[in-house]
């Protein structure tokens, strides 16, 4: 296939040929003029990590302008996890847009949206009755989390936990931990939002059990357990840097807010919808929270998020009290339960599973022979290395970023994190095949063994 080919053809999907193919250095001329043209007409603000003009994608791969096919363990940050432009996906898509793209659900409801919330009280954990509320991001399904929180439990106050991101808002910006890039200069932040050291067994070396111990100890001396609405929190932290929390951190959190009539909400807008090698990543911990937000991987590339709980929580808000113009947008509705049927009928958890043995069998086996690796943690397809330097154990934000960027230029999209910035992230799509895979991680070893 010539570059035009590439370029011209309408190509995507699985029907991508699965290969990484370099044409030209990244950024070839088209992405360049691409670049030239946002540096013109995008505010600084608005970053990007791979430069490239991608023009298709799927499988495991992402196509650019020049013609050069890179090996995709990003997946658009765990957005396109059944694959880009998945087939069921985009027929719902086209057969959605055909008859209608907007009534406002709102205004005049349809049976895409009510059963996207049926989907997801049936999938989410526990079987309690549940109740879906449906919204268009991560971020605003957490500040509407924890608005249905207050509400329903009259208290103000919020505990988030160190390393969590939950979104660019003003709100989520408060219960975000991070300050570069997200917070610094956009202050002031929301009020009654307070922090909770979390379980870090890489850093901090505690059990669960005591882990669990010093943030409730925190939580209720600085807090008050009377005075506290919700405890938000990921079960797996994501841009945080990927970690893992001791077993039995969850658990007794979930305990203590049972006790004190805390609203436990986890944010599964990264770790949801097979990503960890189940269902949710509350699953795999034992723990059925109050409520649950997703985002991300529920409409296989579409803007849709939900926030999924306890029916006598979610019925706390008055008529009129949740919604939003766009939420629940009946496109994004029809490509959600195309994806929930991919998800449940294409094997996608344990697919999960095994791009997650692959992965951590590699990593183990760099950190064996290189120092520098100092931690490999994840579960499923959500897996990351944290690096360090070998003499004192210091996170070494340089060399993860050396890395990534030299995977980037030899056809590898790698995605950095952490609240150090010393973690790479991977985030394979789970339709990726293992030879793809496998030569992604080459070239991380080499680019690691370069710098």
């Excluded at 579960?379 to 003499?391: C, K, S, T």
Aim: aromatic residues 6%; negative net charge.
């Amino acid at each position: 296939m010539s570059i035009a080919d590439v370029i011209t053809a309408p190509l995507g999907g699985p029907s991508l040929p699965q290969e990484r193919r370099l044409v030209t250095a990244i950024p070839g001329p088209r992405s360049q003029e691409l670049l030239a043209r946002k540096a013109a007409a995008v505010p600084a603000g608005v970053g990007h990590t791979v430069p490239i003009q991608a023009v298709a994608a799927g499988g495991g791969v992402v196509v650019d302008a020049d013609g050069n096919s890179l090996i995709d363990l990003g997946s658009g940050i765990a957005v396109t996890s059944v694959g880009n432009a998945h087939p069921g996906v985009v027929a719902a898509v086209q057969a959605q847009a055909a008859q209608f793209t907007h009534t406002c659900f709102m205004i005049s409801p349809y049976d895409s949206y009510v059963a996207v919330a049926e989907a997801l009280n049936r999938l989410t954990p526990g079987d309690h009755e549940k109740r879906t509320a449906l919204f268009n991001s991560g971020a605003e399904a957490v500040e509407n989390a924890v608005k249905i929180a207050r509400k329903y439990t009259g208290r103000p106050a919020v505990v988030a936990f160190d390393h969590g991101y939950h979104g660019r808002t003003n709100l989520t910006m408060a219960l975000t931990a991070k300050a570069m890039p997200y917070k610094s200069g956009f202050g002031p932040f929301a009020g009654e939002i307070y922090r909770a050291p979390l379980s870090y067994p890489f850093r901090d070396g505690l059990s669960g059990a005591d882990a669990a111990a010093r943030a409730i100890s925190m939580i209720e001396k600085q807090v008050g357990a009377d005075n506290l609405a919700a405890l938000v929190i990921e079960p797996i932290q994501g841009e945080g840097g990927f970690i893992v929390p001791a077993d039995g951190f969850l658990p007794a959190l979930v305990d203590w807010c049972r006790q004190n009539g805390v609203v436990f909400i986890a944010d599964e807008v990264q770790t949801g919808f097979a990503r960890t090698g189940e269902m949710f990543a509350s699953d795999g911990f034992g723990i059925v929270p109050d409520l649950v937000t997703t985002a991300k991987g529920l409409a296989g590339g579409l803007p849709l998020a939900a926030v999924t709980g306890r029916a006598e929580i979610m019925d706390a808000s008055h008529a009129g009290g949740l919604g939003g113009t766009y939420g629940g947008n009946p496109i994004a509705c029809a490509a959600a339960l195309a994806a929930i049927d991919a998800y449940e009928h294409e094997g996608l958890v344990e697919r999960a599973r095994e791009i997650g043995a692959i992965l951590t069998a590699r990593l183990e086996e760099l950190q064996q022979t290189d120092p520098r690796v100092g931690d490999v943690r994840g579960r499923g397809a959500m897996v990351a290395v944290e690096f360090v330097d070998p003499a004192t154990g210091a996170p070494d934000a340089a060399l993860a970023a050396a890395v990534a960027k030299a995977a980037i230029a030899e056809g590898v999209i790698l995605l950095t994190c952490g609240t150090y910035g010393n973690v790479i992230r991977f985030l394979p799509p789970l339709s990726i095949d293992d030879r793809l895979l496998s030569e992604g991680l080459d070239v991380l070893a080499a680019s690691l063994a370069a710098v």
